[in-house]
């Protein structure tokens, strides 16, 4: 989509901050908006809104992303779980938010 700024990023005509995955179809990268540490974004190349409107087989590699990329985040951030929250604001173009956490976190995200 032509004015997407996440389409733009997996295009690669803007420069992705530190990315855990990419493969075609899916990339994994840190928002730039980092409201803790470590907050990574997973989209899929492709242009959807909503998550229950991605193809089937696109958003099991979409979750099979997910998941792989949570566990280098718990490692890298040092941290006790990932949350993952899918909302589809802010930018119109589908993108799954991990947060590396600590239980003993008491921020809402
Ligand atoms: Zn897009």
């Known amino acids: 989509m032509e004015d997407c700024i996440f389409c733009k990023i997996?295009?690669?005509e803007v420069p992705k901050r530190k990315i855990h995955h990419e493969d075609g179809e899916?990339?994994?990268?840190l928002d730039l908006d980092q409201r803790i540490p470590g907050h990574t974004l997973?989209?899929?190349t492709s242009h959807h809104r909503w998550f229950y409107d991605i193809p089937d087989e696109l958003s099991n590699k979409l979750y099979r992303a997910a998941r792989?990329?949570?566990q280098e985040l718990k490692k890298e951030y040092g941290a006790d779980y990932v949350q993952l929250s899918i909302v589809g604001e802010g930018v119109?173009?589908?993108h799954v938010h991990l947060l590396p956490r600590k239980l003993s976190d008491s921020v809402s995200l």
């Open 10 to 12: 997996a295009a690669g």
């Open 26 to 29: 899916i990339v994994s990268f």
């Open 68 to 70: 792989v990329v949570a």
């Open 42 to 44: 997973v989209i899929p």
């Open 92 to 94: 119109a173009h589908v």
